[in-house]
């Protein structure tokens, strides 16, 4: 199947700080990834839909300038947290469509996540 | 609205005995059903997919099947292994061209030896 990596794989940081994630298909090419933030015991929340070579698009309630997007190639989206506080610790995980084949059509592929603590 | 509603909310098991998980939604229109294994710290991992003419997919050990009319799914795990303690996540994706999909909560599974 696909694989979806993200780096790092956990971040401490102090609040205040920027703090950028990679979001990568290692065996395929992306051209829509997708953010989502999980709170301990929740399900996945999106964030926002990361599209190549266009501004992403936000969902409802998330701040598009503290959560930065930029998904400058076919295999690469980043998540930049601007000026993070401890409220935005939380367990990060990017996903992305594989594009061509009807039986894959519409199944994300999920990156492994990344561990967000603000101190 | 777009809905999934998952039960239980948590289940413990001993290692070896069967167990089903069931979702209910509301999404419409309707593409496909998704069950994903998600384990602590990890990102979720797809186990199944079904699309609204198909009523059942196995995947090993794990079956999943699909009443489009009444819009329930289950999923159902054969002889529990310790492994298989994870959260399970049942995701509908509502077609249209359309890649958002609506996550259910979960359903905590935890399996002791």
């Known amino acids: 199947g696909a694989v979806v990596s993200q780096h790092p794989s956990r971040v401490i940081c102090k609040s205040g700080t920027s703090v950028k994630i990679e979001c990568r298909s290692l065996?395929?090419?992306?051209?829509?990834m997708f953010w989502y933030r999980q709170f301990p015991k929740q399900s996945l929340m999106l964030m926002a839909t990361?599209?190549?070579?266009?501004?992403?698009?936000?969902e409802q309630g998330v701040e598009k300038d503290k959560f930065l997007i930029n998904h400058a190639s076919l295999t690469l989206s980043t998540l930049t947290v601007t000026s993070a506080h401890p409220e935005d610790s939380s367990f990060y995980i990017c996903?992305?469509?594989?594009?061509?084949?009807?039986?894959?059509?519409?199944?994300?592929?999920f990156g492994p996540g990344t561990r967000l603590t603000v101190l | 609205k777009n809905q999934v509603e998952q039960s239980p909310q948590s289940l413990i098991i001993l290692e070896g005995k069967n167990c089903t998980l069931q979702?209910?939604?509301?999404?419409?229109?309707?593409?496909?059903l998704r069950w994903y294994k998600q384990d602590t710290g990890r990102g979720p991992v797809s186990l199944t997919i079904?699309?609204?003419?198909?009523n059942t997919k196995s995947n090993g050990r794990y079956t999943a099947t699909l009443d489009a009319d009444t819009k329930q799914s289950s999923l159902h795990i054969t002889a529990s292994q310790l492994s298989d303690s994870a959260s399970y996540i049942c995701?509908?994706?509502?077609?249209?061209?359309?890649?958002?999909?609506?996550f259910g909560r979960g359903t905590s599974l935890i399996v002791h030896p």
């Open positions: 079904m699309t609204f003419s198909e």
């Open positions: 995701v509908v994706s509502p077609g249209g061209g359309s890649y958002i999909p609506t």
């Open positions: 979702c209910n939604y509301t999404v419409s229109p309707f593409s496909n």
């Open positions: 065996d395929f090419q992306a051209t829509t």
């Open positions: 996903s992305a469509v594989v594009p061509g084949l009807a039986a894959e059509r519409d199944t994300q592929y």
């Open positions: 990361s599209n190549e070579g266009s501004k992403a698009t936000y």
